[in-house]
């Protein structure tokens, strides 16, 4: 993806795993369907616009860590307050943005899956209801 072009090799690869990894937890999520792919701010950015089922989730690096990775989701949402109460400390967070990830220590791919399909499936479900 062309896009991601202009990050270190080590984050490049690891947003591209994180992509396969956006498009694996929504085939597996009931109700989500197809993702459409597109840019925005620049970045990969990934919506469910056939189901409506949940909110964008945006890959590309923090400018305060650009050796990092960063899985941004909607700032207007609660997601990041879901991720936080539910996953304590087993990612890192950047305000109520994103969720950044290592470059290339190991990353806990359960817990990020976890945080998209929150993200994926957010207007589907019912309030308070557990992701």
Not at 15 to 35: C, H, K, M, Q, T
Not at 41 to 49: D, H, I, K, R, V
Not at 111 to 121: D, G, I, P, Q, V
């Amino acid at each position: 993806m062309e896009a991601l072009s202009r990050h270190p090799e080590a984050v490049r690869a690891r947003l591209l795993d994180i992509r396969s990894l956006i498009f694996e937890v929504a085939a597996e999520s009931e109700g989500v369907g197809p993702l459409t792919e597109t840019l925005k701010w620049g970045e990969p950015a990934y919506l469910t616009e056939a189901s409506g089922s949940g909110s964008t989730v945006r890959l590309g690096a923090p400018r305060s860590f650009p050796d990092k990775c960063a899985v941004f989701f909607n700032c207007n949402t609660t997601l990041l307050e879901t991720f936080r109460s539910h996953l304590g400390g087993e990612l890192e967070f950047e305000g109520n943005r994103a969720v950044i990830v290592p470059a290339e220590a190991a990353v806990p791919e359960a817990a990020l899956a976890f945080c998209l399909r929150a993200a994926l499936t957010y207007h589907q479900r019912k309030v308070g209801q557990r992701p």
